[in-house]
């Protein structure tokens, strides 16, 4: 079992940042690949970045790529997502998941989602 909490969500201005944390605590945080994904309202959840259990490998939706960025600290059992030049369009509530594989991953664990409203 993986136990996932986000946090960081809030109300920002486009172009502005803001950084999301997953705290996660049951099993070997360091063996499971994380990713981030996000669901508007009348969407459908959207995959948005993911990482490998090392960080050394990571993957991002091409509505992100070269804005968001996505890190973790093993030590720290957690991930972040790093989110810059927001526009209003990424208003959504992001989740974080849990797979143990990389290809053909399998999001076993979620988190209850955090808010992130961008303003125009």
């Known amino acids: 079992q993986v136990q996932l909490v986000e946090s960081g969500g809030g109300l920002v201005q486009a172009g502005g940042s803001l950084r999301l944390s997953c705290a996660a605590s049951g099993r070997t945080f360091r063996n499971v690949n994380m990713a981030w994904f996000r669901q508007a309202p009348g969407k459908e959840r959207e995959f948005v970045a993911r990482?490998?259990?090392?960080?050394?490998?990571?993957d991002f939706a091409d509505s992100v790529k070269g804005r968001f960025t996505i890190t973790r600290v093993n030590a720290k059992r957690t991930v972040y997502l790093q989110m810059n030049s927001l526009r209003p369009e990424d208003t959504a509530v992001y989740y974080c998941a849990a797979s143990p594989t990389w290809s053909a991953p399998r999001y076993d664990y979620w988190g209850q989602g955090t808010q992130v409203t961008v303003s125009s």
């Open positions: 990482i490998d259990w090392s960080g050394s490998r990571t």
